[in-house]
């Protein structure tokens, strides 16, 4: 079985000692998926287990786990290798569609340039000094058009004193790709980010809540029946492997027996109000190089618009073959990709903003949720007064250890005796 990588994360923040609670709640993962992975984990990567007197179990792990896998299985070094080889890979893939675009632009300017020249010089010799010379605009790309290529835009000492103390921005390049199609889901962890924060409001309430202390973290809560009868902390219970307890007056608090061990002493965590989603942006680019992308974008697309002209009937194609030739053969797949290049982040820009909107009355339903815990009313101040009953907190320290795989048995067992009589010797002299 091959370890869970939210799970050994969670054991290296943890410190390489942990309870299955602990990892739980860290990784927001499934109480018995938490059992079964440090059970593997341990099994593969050399950990040991601890018993407390209470039984509980405490896993230890060497901090060089990683590299014990790492030697144990190839599945684990192609993977790691894999990662590496993408990132290169998906780099070359983003960079491709400026370069593409600067390409296009550079082939449809000079197809015009021998188009027009052709048509120039087959004028009479006697209008060709006063004609004949082609008009061609001045375009600037300035002393530093070589930035654009360059993997790394702020390794320019002028531009590393202007950003100073902030992080690397993307180069014009990734800056096309991102005006294209944007970057990613910025909600691509939310799950993983919901159940950690509800994990940790259960391990700071000692492990019982009640259900309006989680819907704020919840999307679904249902309405009617449904919400009233809280059908909703169902996954929660199921996840974390709690159980409902009644109160005297029929309220409903839930209990995380799971979470309420720990291998260490900790503080409680600081946990959001409600579970944000982040708002989609249509680029991370800045200001000025969307402008540019836009602005190349459209000398482009109507350069592919008057070398379409030019190239109508395939007479001059035909005529000066060579380059025109080939441009004529690929025009198309030109003008397509002109179009596409301003089409694509317009209907995106607009599907953002829908996106946008379904975020924010998420994030407003759940905040009105909050809202409503911190203005507790009676009943629900009564039921946090009784969740408190069952909240606890057990550390197990060295001390409560009675075994561990750490060391031969006979030899804990021999001392586990010697400790039982020195403290049956010494009750028996205090008495």
Same mark, same amino acid.
């Given at each position: 079985?091959?370890?869970?990588?939210?799970?050994?994360?969670?054991?290296?923040?943890?410190? %390489?000692?942990?309870?299955?609670?602990?990892?739980?709640?860290?990784?927001?993962?499934?109480?018995?998926?938490?059992?079964?992975?440090?059970?593997?984990?341990?099994?593969?990567?050399?950990?040991?287990?601890?018993?407390?007197?209470?039984?509980?179990?405490?896993?230890?792990?060497?901090?060089?786990?990683?590299?014990?896998?790492?030697?144990?299985?190839?599945?684990?070094?192609?993977?790691?290798?894999?990662?590496?080889?993408?990132?290169?890979?998906?780099?070359?893939?983003?960079?491709?569609?400026?370069?593409?675009?600067?390409?296009?632009?550079?082939?449809?300017?000079?197809?015009?340039?021998?188009?027009?020249?052709?048509?120039?010089?087959?004028?009479?010799?006697?209008?060709?000094?006063?004609?004949?010379?082609?008009?061609?605009?001045?375009?600037?790309?300035?002393?530093?058009?070589?930035?654009?290529? %360059?993997?790394?835009?702020?390794?320019?000492?002028?531009?590393?004193?202007?950003?100073?103390?902030?992080?690397?921005?993307?180069?014009?390049?990734?800056?096309?790709?991102?005006?294209?199609?944007?970057?990613?889901?910025?909600?691509?962890?939310?799950?993983?980010?919901?159940?950690?924060?509800?994990?940790?409001?259960?391990?700071?309430?000692?492990?019982?809540?009640?259900?309006?202390?989680?819907?704020?973290?919840?999307?679904?809560?249902?309405?009617?029946?449904?919400?009233? %009868?809280?059908?909703?902390?169902?996954?929660?219970?199921?996840?974390?492997?709690?159980?409902?307890?009644?109160?005297?007056?029929?309220?409903?608090?839930?209990?995380?027996?799971?979470?309420?061990?720990?291998?260490?002493?900790?503080?409680?965590?600081?946990?959001?109000?409600?579970?944000?989603?982040?708002?989609?942006?249509?680029?991370?680019?800045?200001?000025?190089?969307?402008?540019?992308?836009?602005?190349?974008?459209?000398?482009?697309?109507?350069?592919?618009?008057?070398?379409?002209?030019?190239?109508?009937?395939?007479?001059?194609?035909?005529?000066?073959?060579?380059?025109?030739?080939?441009?004529?053969?690929?025009?198309?797949?030109?003008?397509?990709?002109?179009?596409?290049?301003?089409?694509?982040?317009?209907?995106?820009?607009?599907?953002?903003?829908?996106?946008?909107?379904?975020?924010?009355?998420?994030?407003?339903?759940?905040?009105?949720?909050?809202?409503?815990?911190?203005?507790?009313?009676?009943?629900?101040?009564?039921?946090?007064? %009784?969740?408190?009953?069952?909240?606890?907190?057990?550390?197990?320290?060295?001390?409560?250890?009675?075994?561990?795989?750490?060391?031969?048995?006979?030899?804990?067992?021999?001392?586990?005796?010697?400790?039982?009589?020195?403290?049956?010797?010494?009750?028996?002299?205090?008495?």
């Amino acid at each position: 079985m091959t370890p869970n990588p939210q799970i050994m994360r969670a054991v290296e923040r943890l410190d %390489y000692r942990v309870t299955v609670g602990d990892v739980a709640a860290q990784a927001g993962l499934d109480v018995n998926l938490a059992q079964q992975g440090l059970l593997a984990l341990a099994s593969e990567a050399g950990g040991h287990l601890q018993v407390a007197e209470s039984g509980e179990i405490v896993y230890l792990f060497p901090q060089e786990f990683r590299t014990i896998l790492r030697n144990k299985h190839f599945r684990l070094q192609l993977k790691e290798w894999w990662e590496k080889v993408w990132r290169v890979l998906f780099y070359l893939i983003r960079i491709s569609f400026g370069i593409v675009l600067i390409a296009s632009i550079v082939l449809i300017l000079v197809s015009v340039v021998l188009i027009l020249t052709a048509l120039n010089s087959s004028r009479d010799s006697d209008d060709r000094g006063d004609s004949g010379a082609i008009f061609m605009p001045n375009f600037w790309f300035g002393p530093d058009i070589f930035w654009f290529f %360059y993997p790394d835009y702020y390794d320019r000492p002028e531009e590393r004193r202007r950003a100073r103390g902030e992080d690397r921005q993307m180069n014009f390049l990734e800056a096309v790709f991102s005006f294209l199609f944007g970057d990613g889901n910025p909600n691509a962890n939310l799950e993983e980010r919901r159940w950690q924060t509800i994990g940790t409001v259960i391990r700071n309430s000692k492990g019982a809540v009640v259900a309006e202390q989680i819907a704020p973290y919840l999307d679904d809560v249902g309405t009617g029946y449904a919400q009233e %009868y809280e059908e909703y902390m169902l996954p929660v219970l199921t996840r974390f492997n709690g159980r409902p307890e009644v109160s005297p007056d029929g309220d409903i608090v839930y209990h995380f027996p799971e979470l309420q061990t720990s291998a260490a002493q900790t503080r409680p965590r600081p946990v959001a109000a409600y579970l944000q989603e982040l708002l989609w942006r249509f680029s991370q680019a800045s200001s000025g190089q969307v402008l540019l992308a836009v602005g190349l974008g459209a000398v482009n697309f109507v350069g592919a618009l008057v070398l379409g002209r030019l190239l109508a009937g395939g007479l001059v194609a035909a005529k000066l073959g060579g380059l025109v030739a080939f441009v004529q053969s690929i025009y198309w797949v030109l003008f397509a990709y002109g179009a596409g290049f301003l089409l694509i982040p317009l209907v995106r820009y607009f599907w953002v903003q829908w996106r946008n909107q379904k975020v924010a009355a998420r994030n407003e339903v759940r905040q009105e949720r909050a809202v409503r815990l911190n203005q507790a009313d009676d009943r629900l101040r009564d039921k946090l007064a %009784y969740a408190e009953q069952f909240a606890t907190e057990t550390i197990i320290g060295s001390n409560d250890l009675v075994y561990t795989t750490e060391r031969d048995l006979t030899e804990q067992d021999i001392e586990r005796s010697a400790q039982i009589d020195a403290e049956w010797q010494r009750r028996l002299n205090q008495s």
